[in-house]
């Protein structure tokens, strides 16, 4: 079964600083992977995407995230950390059924 | 890019009542669209996954007669939350697949409605 694990429910960095947030996959055929934000009350707002093409992905606002098969690992990382992404982070695999499975989530604070 | 919507955005109702939540494509025909429920700060949960004309298929420990499907329509997908009861409060997401000929097969999720029973 496809699964992902989060490490740390919750990340503090300040602003300006690097934001490393952690996922680590399980999968038994070549993975979809994606990473989501989410602000409060709010649905899902897709950051990137990892679909067997580059090992790097480029997302939006600044975030990329990089498709590492011996680490089993796709960490999202942004070199500068804004106010504004203050948010919620899931980091998700989809199945072979099409299927989204979601990992628990990571809360990202970022301290003026 | 394709929007999914979702109504209500909240909706307040009595313990015993039923509430229906529509989940709409708005520039694609999407034949199957998910549910998903997220309880406050956990994470997303997969209830079932509806596909257009036939009958939805439910997630292990999902109650199907308490969460009713329905996908009549290429674009159109309701929930409706049978007899609820203030444990069914919760926020609900719908997510529509795009897999028309010109897309790359991608999930859209809707903004969510947020369900209270009292």
């Known amino acids: 079964a496809q699964s992902v694990t989060q490490l740390g429910s919750h990340v503090s960095v300040s602003e300006g600083a690097l934001v490393l947030l952690r996922c680590n996959y399980s999968?038994?055929?070549?993975?979809?992977l994606f990473w989501y934000v989410q602000y409060p009350n709010q649905g899902l707002q897709l950051l990137l995407k990892?679909?067997?093409?580059?090992?790097l992905v480029k997302g939006i606002n600044g975030f990329e995230a990089e498709f590492k098969k011996s680490e089993t690992s796709f960490h999202l990382t942004k070199p500068s950390a804004h106010m504004s992404d203050a948010a919620e982070y899931f980091c998700?695999?989809?199945?072979?059924?099409?299927?989204?499975?979601f990992g628990a989530g990571t809360r990202l604070f970022v301290k003026a | 890019g394709a929007v999914v919507s979702q109504h209500p955005s909240r909706v307040i109702c009595k313990s015993g009542t039923s509430v229906k939540i529509e989940c709409r494509s708005l520039?694609?025909?999407?034949?199957?669209m998910f549910w998903y429920r997220q309880f406050p700060k956990q994470s997303l949960m997969l209830m079932a996954t509806?596909?257009?004309?036939?009958?939805?298929?439910?997630e292990q420990g999902v109650e199907k007669d308490k969460f009713l499907i329905n996908h009549a329509s290429l674009t159109l997908s309701t929930l409706t939350v049978t007899s609820a009861h203030p444990e069914d409060s919760s926020f609900y997401i719908c997510?529509?697949?795009?897999?028309?000929?010109?897309?790359?097969?991608?999930?859209?999720f809707g903004p969510g409605t947020r369900l209270t029973v009292l």
């Open positions: 990892y679909t067997s093409a580059a090992t």
């Open positions: 999968s038994s055929v070549p993975p979809y």
């Open positions: 520039d694609f025909q999407a034949t199957t």
């Open positions: 997510s529509a697949r795009d897999f028309g000929v010109s897309s790359t097969d991608t999930q859209y």
């Open positions: 509806s596909n257009e004309g036939s009958k939805a298929t439910y």
């Open positions: 998700a695999v989809r199945t072979g059924g099409f299927k989204t499975i």
